[in-house]
């Protein structure tokens, strides 16, 4: 079965992701990965979350993906010699100097090549592979079409890992210099300042105070703001491509992002294996798409995956190429087709993979408190919490591997068992009685908005014609009613 990788920027999402579905983790090591403010582990974390993903039959990977220095070059070979005393499973890595540290001083430790390589062929797949790396992660660029060439043509032992959920860069790989360029902070070594998401306007120098709005037509391409890639409604086409491996973006996120989406994705894939694997008897579920779109997110977008969008040819290969593999999917599971239309987006905000409305997150739910301890007779649940909330407040109860249950918080506590109408303060531990009994780990969230229906529309197959009015609101129980 296809392997479901989760980000985990330190130990609370490490432990959330597999406690929701994830087979594998991917972490970040101080100073040499490319997400330096995402909570990066050090030695003593990563030797607890390796035997913790251990003890579980899970897997943990380490990122080394960085470009690095000659400064660098000390750190990564302590590093290479830590990750194999910790039993890391796999090191990922983008620097070819990395790579022949970590085969120098952890020559047993399985390597990953990072999608900062740009592997975007079957040849620099088997180059790779030559060297010996054990899995390529696939440039984002690539359409289903070229994944699935790269699968037939490539060595049968190499594994082949593509992004399905996330944020998306503009640039060719996350290769930016845009950040260092305008901030003097680097992307390419952990520390991106994000300027593609920032609003621009245009100056002319004779018209100073004068701003104008940086737009094109149609048959220009936006090059600032992507949108945030969700294939979870095309899992016959994604597998069909033959990948080992589908990973979710995500280190910096929180462990309420990270339990939500690894959620939706374990219950899709489930799903799929219940209907035999084959696309003619799986329907995706859009209660499933409602579902990630409660997590803080951009529009949705399905990237490259069907090819480019309208106004971008060009950007990979052949439009005509990737056309011609669209038309002959089949029921059977074939790649692209029909059922996926390219770039397809939030309806509100128009066509591509570009978000033209800004750069704000949508934001429908909220996290409010994580489950510690319930009591299974009284069903009174001791909470951490987490956004303030108040007796009385509707709310939904995720379970792990069991979806989730509306529910409102009745007979609100503090620790000693005095009565109090809300939960204000930071991290305050509190008291409540549930409906049913949870596990700890259960997480409570409450609506602030309604879910973008056009957002989940947007991003299966099966739902482009429907109103939104049709998409349900949620799940209950996306992994069967436990009751």
């Not at 790579?99 to 020559?107: K, Q, W």
């Not at 390597?111 to 696939?138: D, M, P």
């Not at 480019?308 to 790649?335: C, F, K, L």
Request: proline letters at 5%; aromatic letters at 8%; glycine letters at 10%.
């Amino acid at each position: 079965m296809v392997e479901l990788l989760a980000p985990a920027g330190d130990l609370e999402k490490l432990r959330t992701a597999f406690l929701y579905g994830a087979d594998a983790v991917y972490v970040g090591l101080e100073g040499l990965s490319l997400r330096g403010a995402a909570g990066s582990m050090d030695g003593r974390a990563l030797r607890e979350g390796v035997f913790y993903a251990h003890e579980r039959g899970k897997k943990v990977y380490a990122a080394l993906n960085l470009f690095a220095r000659n400064t660098d070059i000390g750190a990564a070979q302590k590093t290479a010699a830590l990750l194999a005393d910790a039993g890391a499973d796999a090191a990922i890595v983008s620097d070819p100097g990395v790579f022949a540290i970590l085969r120098r001083f952890a020559p047993e430790l399985p390597i990953h090549i990072s999608t900062q390589a740009n592997c975007t062929n079957y040849e620099s797949a088997a180059f790779w592979h030559g060297l010996g790396a054990k899995r390529v992660v696939l440039a984002r660029e690539l359409p289903l079409t070229e994944i699935a060439e790269i699968r037939a043509r490539a060595p049968k032992a190499l594994e082949l890992e593509m992004f399905v959920h996330g944020a998306m860069c503009v640039s060719y790989s996350g290769r930016c210099l845009i950040s260092s360029y305008l901030t003097g902070r680097d992307a390419n070594r952990g520390d991106c300042a994000q300027p593609c998401r920032w609003s621009y306007s245009l100056v002319e120098e004779r018209r100073p105070g004068e701003y104008m709005p940086v737009v094109e037509d149609g048959a220009g391409t936006y090059l600032y703001n992507a949108k945030d890639l969700c294939l979870i409604g095309h899992l016959p086409q994604v597998l069909a491509s033959g990948v080992t491996s589908l990973k979710i973006e995500g280190r910096m996120k929180s462990a309420y992002y990270v339990a939500t989406v690894v959620s939706a994705y374990r219950a899709a894939l489930d799903d799929y294996e219940r209907a035999g694997r084959g696309a003619a008897a799986y329907k995706p579920d859009p209660a499933l798409l409602a579902e990630v779109s409660k997590t803080s997110h951009r529009a949705f977008t399905t990237g490259f995956a069907f090819g480019p969008a309208d106004g971008a040819a060009g950007m990979v290969g052949d439009r005509a190429a990737h056309e011609a593999g669209r038309g002959a999917a089949s029921a059977s599971g074939g790649i692209g087709g029909a059922d996926g239309a390219d770039g397809e987006v939030d309806g509100a905000d128009g066509g591509g993979m570009q978000s033209f409305a800004g750069a704000a997150y949508i934001r429908a739910y909220d996290v409010v408190a994580v489950v510690r301890s319930c009591d299974a007779a009284t069903c009174l649940a001791e909470v951490e919490q987490r956004n303030r909330f108040f007796a009385g407040d509707a709310i939904e109860v995720m379970v792990p591997l069991a979806g989730y249950f509306c529910d409102t918080v009745r007979d609100l506590t503090d620790v000693h068992g005095t009565p109090i109408s809300a939960a204000p303060h930071a991290q305050m531990t509190a008291r409540l009685r549930l409906s049913r009994p949870v596990p700890p780990g259960a997480i409570l969230r409450k609506a602030t908005s309604a879910p973008s229906a056009a957002s989940v529309e947007s991003v299966t197959s099966a739902t482009s014609a429907e109103s939104a009015a049709s998409v349900p609101a949620g799940r209950k129980y996306l992994h069967g009613d436990p009751s």
